[in-house]
Nanobody, 121 residues
Framework: QVQLVESGGGLVQPGGSLRLSCAASGSIKSINAMGWYRQAPGNERELVAIITSDGSTNYLDSVKGRFTISRDSAKNTVYLQMNSLKPEDTAVYYC???????????????WGQGTQVTVSS
């Protein structure tokens, strides 16, 4: 099994910044992709940003230029730097990691517990 632990959410004023972290641990053989999703009340969960094993990134259009996803492969950790935050960024943010497992099923697809990000004055 692979466990994800998220941190870094909170309350911030519009225009402010937050940095989310997600550390993966457990039966990890390899990591194919690490991503951040968010879900606001009444909305579907949406992909915010993703980074693949070769370092390629992709972003939700509404966060391009404001959010940056990065990773520390040695620590199996993914980060989401969020700048110029807007009230519409308010949501629960979830980390997702997909990769190869050393135990049981050959692949894992794990989710973090979610961290609340609230942008409000």
């Amino acid at each position: 099994q692979v466990q994800l632990v998220e941190s870094g959410g909170g309350l911030v004023q519009p225009g402010g910044s937050l940095r989310l972290s997600c550390a993966a641990s457990g039966s990890i053989k390899s990591i194919n992709a690490m991503g951040w999703y968010r879900q606001a009340p009444g909305n579907e969960r949406e992909l915010v940003a993703i980074i693949t094993s070769d370092g390629s990134t992709n972003y939700l259009d509404s966060v391009k230029g404001r959010f940056t996803i990065s990773r520390d492969s040695a620590k199996n950790t993914v980060y989401l730097q969020m700048n110029s935050l807007k009230p519409e960024d308010t949501a629960v943010y979830y980390c997702n990691v997909f990769g190869g497992s050393t135990r049981g099923s050959p692949h894992f697809d794990s989710w973090g517990q979610g961290t609340q990000v609230t942008v409000s004055s």
